[in-house]
């Protein structure tokens, strides 16, 4: 059974760094593009940060490049996104998926993805 449990997410204020794990379990972990999206009121839920396979690539959506960072353990079968100098336009649902294969040109497009997490909060406080 394929289970990704996200985890990490809470309240600061902003300026304040969070990091969110996720832990894969049920298949090839090191065989899959690992993303972490998000979600926000109101909004579509987008790309943040993608690992490629064997850690060979990262992207990052424009509005998070310089503050995020996402890595992942393959020995652990999991993947982080540490995210700093946090800001209210941050405050959303933030998934974790696995995309079986190399990261997709379309990587933040959530139409591909073979598995999804439950989603951990985070909200900014100004």
């Known amino acids: 059974q394929v289970q990704l449990v996200a985890s990490g997410g809470g309240s600061v204020q902003a300026g304040g760094s969070l990091r969110l794990s996720c832990a894969g379990s049920?298949?090839?972990?090191?065989?899959?593009?690992m993303t972490w999206f998000r979600q926000a009121p109101g909004k579509g839920r987008g790309g943040v940060a993608a690992?490629?396979?064997?850690?060979?690539?990262?992207y990052y959506a424009d509005s998070v490049k310089g503050r995020f960072t996402i890595s992942r353990d393959n020995a652990k079968n999991t993947v982080y996104l540490e995210m700093n100098s946090l800001t209210t336009e941050d405050t959303a649902m933030y998934y974790c998926?696995?995309?079986?294969?190399?990261?997709?040109?379309?990587?933040?497009?959530?139409?591909?993805?073979?598995?999804w997490g439950q989603g951990t909060q985070v909200t900014i406080s100004s």
């Open positions: 998926a696995a995309d079986r294969g190399a990261c997709k040109r379309a990587w933040a497009q959530d139409i591909s993805y073979d598995y």
């Open positions: 690992s490629d396979t064997g850690s060979r690539f990262e």
């Open positions: 049920g298949y090839t972990y090191s065989s899959y593009c």
